[in-house]
């Protein structure tokens, strides 16, 4: 129902759902708290979370199967164009 309101009506709906967002789950009456901003750095506590992207190992890995993905597309595209 949502999705043929949104293509019927696309300002409307943005403009109802924002304000439902607004009200259900952005506060104005606990300020956040204070923090350093640094996006770079882990949170501190139990819920941080640290990257997952680095290394050199996994780099390497990860631009040796991206490069062999590549191939293999650029492979498979010239034997089509070929037939």
């Known amino acids: 129902m949502m999705v043929m309101q949104s293509r019927l009506t696309p300002g409307l709906m943005e403009r109802m759902l924002a304000r439902?967002?607004?009200k259900a789950h952005l506060s104005r009456d606990e300020p956040a708290a204070a923090t350093s901003g640094n996006v770079f750095s882990p949170a501190p506590?139990?819920?941080?979370?640290?990257?997952g992207w680095g290394g050199r190992r996994r780099t390497a890995t990860r631009r040796l199967v991206t490069a062999a993905l590549l191939t293999t597309a650029a492979v498979a595209g010239a034997r089509r164009w070929r037939r």
């Open 45 to 51: 506590g139990a819920g941080s979370v640290d990257g």
């Open 20 to 22: 439902q967002v607004d």
